[in-house]
């Protein structure tokens, strides 16, 4: 039986590899960075829509509540009134 030989194993190329791999992933990185800063300016611009939305509702609500106040009869004023402890006779 005649022995087997080994081949002598291969280092692989470091220098050309990790240049071509560097490349490629700079570029990676590149547009990830982009799309990265594009989404959060994204979410910067929803968070500030929503607390402005907020603002508005609250300010609605706010003239809606004026506007109730407003519009009350006598005798819903005189029962608030007679609820508070502020009656003649209370």
């Known amino acids: 039986m005649a022995k087997k030989q080994r081949k002598p194993q291969r280092q692989p190329e470091t220098t050309t590899a990790t240049d071509a791999k560097s490349g490629l992933n700079s570029l990676k990185d590149m547009l990830n960075a982009d799309a990265l800063g594009a989404l959060k300016q994204l979410e910067k611009d929803m968070k500030t829509e929503g607390e402005r939305k907020e603002k508005e509702a ?15 009869s006598f005798a819903e004023l005189l029962n608030d009134y007679e609820k508070k402890g502020g009656g003649k006779y209370s």
């Open 58 to 72: 609250a300010e609605q609500k706010r003239r809606e509540q004026e506007e109730r106040e407003r519009n009350k």
